[in-house]
């Protein structure tokens, strides 16, 4: 029998409580508490991964190291824990009936009739278990969706079973949220009973509970969910909303959290608990000496968890700088030639997201000449990266109707096309250039002073078209210069232009790779430049 424990968080009442922010704290927790440990999370869609649905409705797609399109849950487990997460960390619906099936195929159940369970449940259990190695102590497992959806029932049938096999090496936590019922004045538990009922039809007493809640919950709150809910008022954990995500973790430490999962999983205990660094990070965050105004320019506005990793990157950067990072999100297609001034003309610097598709192209490119005339510090990522490649086009090489392919197939200029091995490419899953591919530096350059003078990085990518290199040259003779080349298929990963105070595209993701603790050096060197900027513009 494993020797590993193993914590499940499952979720009740309604989604969108917080689960993936509470399974990081607790990870951070324990891993404050000198325990070695990693997330995952078992989404119940069929979808075999979020890489092909759109951010409206499942919010930003991360990718991982090994190239993975993966919820992005797996963000915030990499940023609050500094761990590098894997395919192997993200499993869905979709993914486990694929492999069911391939086995069938295959003929692995010769004879069997292929069921639920215990077949779908047994390759479940056979995912929560492949994270297993000897260097970990825990593996935490979140559950997306709500118990009592019919999608996840599967998953809660799984994790019944592990329970049982695992008896006191496994936990579960159950999320649920208290609301707040104005007219009476009261925080209400009836819906977290409701919940608790639920996961004991599927035959899962929660080990402990965790509340959401805007108000604090007082001892006789606790003692009624206790009672209804077979728990000790110990196990009723509050999780009062807070300002930032990143004061969760604390705030469950104050409430004993981790001290009782050690506890309830006879764990021995490590001493002091290292949050140091982490408490550091949040005074420098809650007491910030500028205020910084950045535009994020895309088309996913309104959609808050569309630019996830972005604006969380921004948040890690800006509290190492001292800096409080607001960000201003524009839309694309607002941005026009007669609007564009008007728009950008209080910003400290101008990040142009990634994307797809045609729609607020256009507005992305008024931006990008904006910022590149009158010196805004700019960031490009990706599709802004190849718009910045189009606009110079356009703008300054004089090439009329420069485009890339993805949007004008004929164009006469086509500065950004498909890379050559996407070209047969039919199918839309997981098939764009994906995951961690290594970029050379060119010395003495910004972008190299920014990564500490080193000659090789390593970055994360998601994207089927690149810099057509035919051009390069007349890109270089005007300054705008490819300072990050792809060694093995000299693909153009960076372009800059030297001369701008900050002006700098990346085909690659330097979001994906932030850490609180661990801010990119990239998008320190895009808030040093508008820190300049802003210091500028409020002593004249
Ligand atoms: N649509 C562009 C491509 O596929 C950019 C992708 C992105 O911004 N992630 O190359």
Redesign the pocket.
């Known amino acids: 029998m494993s020797l590993i424990k193993h914590i499940f968080i499952t979720g009740g009442v309604t989604s969108s409580l917080g689960k993936g922010i509470i399974a990081a704290s607790l990870g951070r927790l324990l891993k404050a508490r000198g325990y070695q440990l990693t997330i995952q999370k078992f989404d119940p869609y069929i979808n075999i991964d979020p890489g092909t649905m759109n951010p409206t409705e499942h919010g930003e797609c991360f990718v991982t190291a090994d190239g993975a399109e993966t919820d992005l849950d797996l963000g915030h487990y990499e940023r609050f824990l500094g761990i590098t997460t894997t395919q192997k960390n993200n499993i869905t619906t979709g993914r486990v009936y694929h492999q069911v099936i391939t086995k069938e195929r295959r003929g692995d159940y010769l004879g069997k009739t292929v069921q639920v369970i215990p077949h779908i449940t047994d390759e479940i259990k056979r995912n929560i278990f492949a994270l297993e190695d000897s260097k970990k102590d825990i593996i935490i497992t979140e559950i997306g969706g709500c118990v009592g959806d019919i999608e996840s029932l599967p998953f809660i049938e799984a994790i019944r079973q592990v329970k049982w096999e695992l008896r006191e090496h496994c936990l579960v936590i159950h999320l649920t949220l208290l609301p707040y019922l104005q007219a009476a004045k009261e925080l209400k538990t009836k819906p977290t009973q409701h919940s608790v009922k639920k996961l004991l039809e599927a035959g899962i007493q929660p080990d402990m509970l965790i509340c959401r809640t805007a108000h604090d919950i007082t001892p006789e709150i606790r003692k009624k969910i206790a009672l209804f809910c077979n728990v000790s008022p110990k196990d009723v954990i509050a999780a009062k909303d807070v300002d930032t995500i990143y004061a969760v973790p604390l705030h469950l430490h104050e409430e004993g959290f981790d001290t009782r999962v050690l506890q309830k999983l006879a764990l021995t205990y490590h001493g002091a608990i290292h949050l140091e660094d982490w408490r550091g990070f949040l005074r420098r965050y809650d007491a910030p000496k500028y205020m910084l105004r950045i535009g994020i320019i895309g088309k996913y506005i309104g959609v808050p968890d569309a630019y996830k990793s972005i604006v969380e990157a921004l948040q890690h950067a800006g509290t190492a700088l001292c800096c409080k990072v607001q960000i201003i999100y524009i839309d694309a297609e607002k941005v026009m030639a007669s609007t564009v001034a008007q728009i950008l003309s209080r910003l400290d610097g101008v990040l142009v997201?990634?994307?797809?598709?045609t729609r607020g192209i256009a507005g992305k490119i008024h931006a990008i000449r904006y910022v590149r005339e009158n010196h805004v510090p700019f960031l490009g990522?990706?599709?802004?990266?190849?718009c910045a490649v189009v606009e110079f086009a356009q703008n300054v090489l004089g090439f009329v109707g420069a485009a890339?392919t993805?949007y004008v197939q004929d164009t006469p200029y086509p500065v950004?096309h498909?890379?050559e091995n996407?070209q047969k490419v039919t199918q839309k899953g997981g098939s764009?250039?994906l995951g961690n591919y290594p970029c050379q530096l060119l010395p003495h350059t910004k972008v190299w002073e920014a990564y500490d003078q080193k000659t090789t990085i390593n970055e994360r990518?998601?994207?089927?078209?690149?810099f057509n290199t035919v051009y390069l040259e007349d890109f270089e003779q005007q300054g705008m210069r490819a300072v990050g080349i792809n060694p093995d298929h000299s693909l153009v990963e960076i372009m800059t232009l030297e001369e701008h105070p900050f002006f700098v595209g990346t085909?690659f993701?330097p979001e994906y790779q932030s850490r609180v603790l661990e801010p990119h050096p990239l998008l320190i060197a895009f808030l040093k430049s508008a820190l300049l900027v802003h210091k500028k513009i409020y002593s004249s």
Do not use: D, N, T, V
């Open positions: 997201a990634p994307g797809f598709g990522i990706c599709l802004g990266m190849q890339s993805e950004i498909l890379m996407q764009m250039r990518h998601r994207h089927r078209y690149e085909q993701h």
